[in-house]
T-cell receptor, first 113, second 115 residues
Framework: SQQGEEDPQALSIQEGENATMNCSYK?????LQWYRQNSGRGLVHLIL?????REKHSGRLRVTLDTSKKSSSLLITASRAADTASYFC?????????????FGEGTQLTVNP | NAGVMQNPRHLVRRRGQEARLRCSPM?????VYWYRQLPEEGLKFMVY????????ESGMPKERFSAEFPKEGPSILRIQQVVRGDSAAYFC?????????????FGPGTRLTVT
């Protein structure tokens, strides 16, 4: 499997339900980031969690990180139709002055009204 | 404060032509990254540049692709003699200098179609 691999590949839920997406990676990381991409658009940064953090919240988003299992999860609570998008995790392996991100293949979330 | 700017947003080239994609980073950002996204796939890193320097080009194809980030002006991703397999969305991202974590901000992308 690839670095930053999301699970599931696709998720369809009803408005108001919670959506959970998982990400697994292989190497040591400096931080892990989650992005959203609406169809045909650019990426929007959602949240960044450092390797020494276990959980982070931002509005309706909750991200967890388990470095021992090399996995992260993104929870979107009380989902809305506008949350319909692809969600990507990206790992940053760190560097002295900046570094590349390694993206997974993404989870396509559909929130039905 | 304008975000990362990319132009053109859509580019159509015939096989064998050259494609030039431009990226202006956010104000105050001196690190630029280029990524490519094939249909239904995630983004793949291509190259990381700072002003006048290529820092990491490990994701760049060996031939036909080049990138620069001059002292003045935008970063340019250049693809010579394009082939159909180059059709993809190309995203540029920028980050600040000297600050960890290096949160990257993405532009809207350039969608290249090779006919």
């Amino acid at each position: 499997s690839q670095q930053g691999e999301e699970d599931p590949q696709a998720l369809s839920i009803q408005e108001g339900e919670n959506a959970t997406m998982n990400c697994s990676y292989k190497t040591s990381i400096n931080n892990l980031q989650w992005y959203r991409q609406n169809s045909g658009r650019g990426l929007v940064h959602l949240i960044l969690i450092r390797s020494n953090e276990r959980e982070k919240h931002s509005g309706r988003l909750r991200v967890t990180l388990d470095t021992s299992k090399k996995s992260s999860s993104l929870l979107i609570t009380a989902s809305r139709a506008a949350d319909t998008a692809s969600y990507f995790c990206a790992t940053d392996e760190g560097g002295t002055s900046g570094s590349r991100l390694t993206f997974g293949e993404g989870t396509q979330l559909t929130v039905n009204p | 404060n304008a975000g990362v700017m990319q132009n053109p947003r859509h580019l159509v080239r015939r096989r064998g032509q050259e494609a030039r994609l431009r990226c202006s980073p956010m104000k105050g950002h001196s690190h630029v990254y280029w990524y490519r996204q094939l249909p239904e796939e995630g983004l793949k890193f291509m190259v990381y540049l700072q002003k006048e320097n290529i820092i990491d080009e490990s994701g760049m194809p060996k031939e036909r692709f080049s990138a620069e980030f001059p002292k003045e002006g935008p970063s340019i991703l250049r693809i010579q003699q394009v082939v159909r397999g180059d059709s993809a969305a190309y995203f540029c991202a920028s980050s600040r200098t000297g600050t960890d974590p290096y949160e990257q901000y993405f532009g809207p992308g350039t969608r290249l179609t090779v006919t």
